[in-house]
């Protein structure tokens, strides 16, 4: 009886530790690290290096002017950029079956799905590769896709290949969504909007939200841009204002006659003509005839 109670016990154990182990798992590596970036394991951060192993469960952060690129174990190649923080939540691969879940807290994500013969992706389908928002849950079927979540908007432009995407708070309202296209979710409680992704989307350099960030401050924006006057600009300018006023004319000062050119006719103004004078004409006629005055106007 101790025997089998003992390895019942075991058994046990085993149950209890072959979940933690499978979790624990190396699912991929760091091929690339740039600037501060940092994993986090078991609540602990740690500087993320080349080469440096990945698990399930794993939070990558890259901090600014940081970005990291990740390749997993199936040849999937993971890309985060800056200001940008992600959770490996989820990711198994057995054989030609994929299970994977990544949750995006905020920023942006590429993602570069390694096509299988035989393996299909989808949302019923028994593989699945999945990103999570706070706002949306993003599917692919073997593709290239950039997912990004800043300013309370969700976005996935797919670069190539095809997916699926809905709210997660309507899981019923899914929308295919293929490449060339830009999938978006503005409001928690919205469906998802697809529409044509715009050629700096597709280059992957700039996000719908940061647009809007851009919009949010155009006064602050164009006070950046334009550059402060120097002390000494600031003097000429007034001192220019100033010359300029001193050679205006006055009210009470008349200004100079301006001479024609020798070869101009001078203007002359029927109010300069003057008027003839009024006088009286005597006309002497013959002897006989009279005399007689008139005057001519």
Known sequence: MTTKRFLQVGLVLLSLLLPLSLHAATVGNFTTVTGPVTVSRAGKAQPAVKDAA???GDVVAAGEQARAEIRFADGTI???ARNSKVEINRYLVQGQRVDVKLK???????NIVTP???????????????????????GVRGTDFITSYQNGVSQTTFLSGAGYAFNIRLPQQVVAVSAG?????RKTDAPPVVRPAT????????TAAGAKEKEAKPEEAAKK??????PEEKKDAAEVKKAEAEAAPKPEQ???????????????????????PKINVQTVLPPNKGHISKSRP
């Open 54 to 56: 990945v698990e399930a």
């Open 78 to 80: 993971m890309r985060v």
């Open 104 to 110: 995006l807290a905020t920023g942006t994500i590429q």
């Open 116 to 138: 299988l013969p035989g393996r299909v992706f989808g949302k019923d389908a028994p593989n699945r590769f999945e990103v999570d928002t706070p706002t949306a849950t993003c």
């Open 181 to 185: 296209q830009t999938m978006e979710i």
């Open 199 to 206: 050629p700096v989307e597709m280059s992957g350099k700039e």
């Open 225 to 230: 841009e334009e550059p402060a006057a120097k």
């Open 254 to 276: 008349k200004a100079e006659a301006v001479r024609p050119k020798a070869d101009q006719p001078l203007a002359f103004t029927p109010a300069e003509t003057p008027k003839p």
